[in-house]
Structures are given as structure tokens and as C-alpha cells.
């Protein structure tokens, strides 16, 4: 996941002292918000004179056709308008470079997103825009989940309450960038936050159950229902891996693919022979919905083996979801 560092959020140091510290510590962009203050392209003329690094350009106005001559002057890598501040729908010219995107706070529906398909990307804020260190709302979890189930394809960045414990969590998630601000600077520098931000894990806030999947997006079989046929479909159409196994509420265990391989290997010469519950996992490494972030890791840590993914129960042993390595696996390579 990048990290976008959001410049106007030091307070004690010059525009250029900031934006060279970003750029010595290697931060994936440079955040701009620009509260419809024209003002702001001075600074991005400034910043393309000082360095390189991409600018992520986020504009908050009620006409946002003032600034399109201007992103031509200017053009930027990322350029996102905020949506409950326009009056009507918006069609950016063509001819503006840069990746467009579109913010929406947390109160407003990812699916306002239909009508602008043709942009690149979603910002969730998750604060109040314009405010800094603000609490990050695990609402806006549920909200990452949504859109990218309903645009695969397109990238989600984040904007509010980033820190250590949420930076792992969205990394987790799989998504693309987050913008960071009062968390970069009110450490003891920023090469120390961005560590934080991208490898260590901080107190936990957040429970397991903020951003696991929830059982109804987790491929899952009924025991009464089990055959290879009905194993091999569920975890086909749920591209987890795996499918978990309940008998009524209760969690029985989860079959996976390598579950699946070890079976079909022993008894390739005859299938018939496959009992289909001999295929289940009934002492999976689980962890509790109400665990934290810490809580999780430690049992992640004290496996033996690589962990992709691990059910989610509660204290009554009934599932209640998945949470999932994969994209934090694939994000570390």
C-alpha cells in the first residue's frame, strides 16, 4: 500500500523543509488538499520545482470547473473532487492528465460511485475532510468491502485516521493508498511513523469483527449439504481458497484446496470411495470476532506454518467470517 504524505499537516516547519523531509524518507506521494483555495497551485508549482514526487491533489469546491485550466497548467499524478460538495455531476475534460478519483465521507453510499465509472478510484474519507487527527470510523470498512466487490477493477485510497494498527489493517484489505497527516509529523520524525505506518503494529482500537469478511460474502456449505461436487463449487465461486462448514449455526471446520489435492491424490483410482466430511479441517486455527489486531498476530505468530487465512468464531462457536492474508501477503512481496 502507498502512503500518502499530506503536507499542510505539519505545522512547525516550512512548505519546502516538509515536502524535502517527505521526499529524503521516500513517501509514495504527496498530499494536497485543496480547500477551494486556487492559492494551492503556487505550492505545486513550488513542490515540481523542489522534487518528483507524485502529487495526490484532493479539491474541495462547489465549482469545480475553476480548476480545470489550472490541472492543465499543473497537471498532476492524482486528482480527486469531493462529491457532496457538487451541485451537479461532473464530467472532467479529457484532456486533463493524472488519475481522477472521487471522495465521499463517511455518511455517504459507495454507490454513488455509478456515476462516475469512468474515473480510477474511490477516496473513503474517514474523518471529516479538512480536520486532522481525526479517529478513523470502522464503518468505513465495511464501506472498503462494498466498493470492491462491486469495482474489482478499480483502486480504493483512504484519508483520515490512519495509523500503525488501521495503516495494517487497509494494507490487509488490499488497498491501494492511504493519506497520512498529523500521524506522520506529531512523532519523533517521520521515518520512525512511516516504519509504524508500513511494518509495526501499534495498540489496538479495532476488533477482529471491524474488518473481517462477514459470513455472508465467505463461501460456506451446510454438513447436510456436503459432496466433492458442492466442495469444489463453493470453493471455486468463493475465491478464498477454501469453504467453511457449519452444521445449523455451528462451525464444524473448513475444507481447503489442500484438503481437497490430499484426498483426490489417495483415492484418485476410485472418487467414489472420497467420504466428503473426511475432507474437512475440524481444528482449523480460528480467532475470536472480539480479539484485536495484537491478539491476532500473536496467534498468526506462534504457527508453525505460513497462514493464509484463519475463521473467524465467536464464544457461542459459531462463525461469523474470514479474515484473510492474501492481499497483505501479496502487498509485502
Request: negative net charge.
Amino acid at each position: 500500500m502507498k502512503i500518502s504524505g499530506s503536507i499542510y499537516s505539519d505545522k512547525k516547519r516550512t512548505l519546502k523543509e516538509t515536502v524535502r523531509d517527505l521526499e529524503v524518507h521516500q513517501v509514495d506521494m504527496l498530499h494536497v488538499d485543496c480547500n477551494d483555495d486556487i492559492s494551492v497551485f503556487e505550492d505545486i508549482a513550488k513542490i515540481r520545482s523542489w522534487c518528483n514526487s507524485p502529487i495526490d491533489l484532493h479539491i474541495i469546491t462547489e465549482t469545480p470547473e475553476k480548476y480545470f485550466e489550472l490541472l492543465k497548467e499543473n497537471p498532476v499524478e492524482y486528482v480527486t473532487f469531493q462529491y457532496e460538495n457538487l451541485k451537479e455531476r461532473l464530467f472532467i475534460p479529457k484532456d486533463i492528465p493524472g488519475q481522477k478519483g472521487l471522495a465521499i465521507t463517511t455518511p455517504t453510499p459507495v454507490d454513488v460511485f455509478k456515476y462516475y465509472e469512468d474515473f480510477d478510484f474511490i477516496l473513503i474519507m474517514a474523518t471529516i475532510p479538512g480536520q486532522s487527527g481525526g479517529t478513523f470510523d470502522s464503518h468505513n470498512f465495511r464501506k472498503i468491502r462494498e466498493f470492491q466487490k462491486m469495482y474489482p477493477e478499480k483502486n480504493v485510497h483512504v484519508d483520515g485516521g490512519v495509523n500503525g494498527e488501521v495503516s495494517f489493517i487497509l494494507r490487509n484489505m488490499g488497498v491501494h493508498s492511504s493519506v497520512s497527516g498529523s500521524f506522520l509529523f506529531k512523532g519523533a520524525s517521520i521515518g520512525q511513523a512511516l516504519m509504524d505506518l508500513t511494518k509495526r503494529n501499534l495498540q489496538s482500537q479495532f476488533k477482529v469483527r471491524d474488518f473481517m469478511i462477514p459470513l455472508d460474502e465467505c463461501p460456506h456449505l451446510q454438513l447436510d449439504d456436503l459432496d466433492l461436487r458442492t466442495i469444489l463449487e463453493s470453493i471455486d465461486k468463493g475465491k478464498q481458497g477454501l469453504t467453511l462448514v457449519l452444521d445449523g449455526s455451528k462451525f464444524v471446520g473448513i475444507v481447503s484446496n489442500a484438503d481437497v489435492r490430499k484426498v483426490l491424490i489417495k483415492h484418485f483410482d476410485n472418487l467414489k470411495d472420497v467420504n466428503p466430511e473426511s475432507l474437512i479441517n475440524k481444528k482449523p486455527i480460528t480467532v475470536m470476532a472480539s480479539a484485536n489486531v495484537d491478539e491476532m498476530l500473536k496467534i498468526v505468530r506462534q504457527q508453525s506454518f505460513p497462514i493464509m487465512y484463519m475463521p473467524v468464531v465467536n464464544n457461542e462457536q459459531e462463525v461469523e467470517g474470514i479474515v484473510s492474508f492474501i492481499n497483505l501477503i501479496k502487498g509485502e512481496i
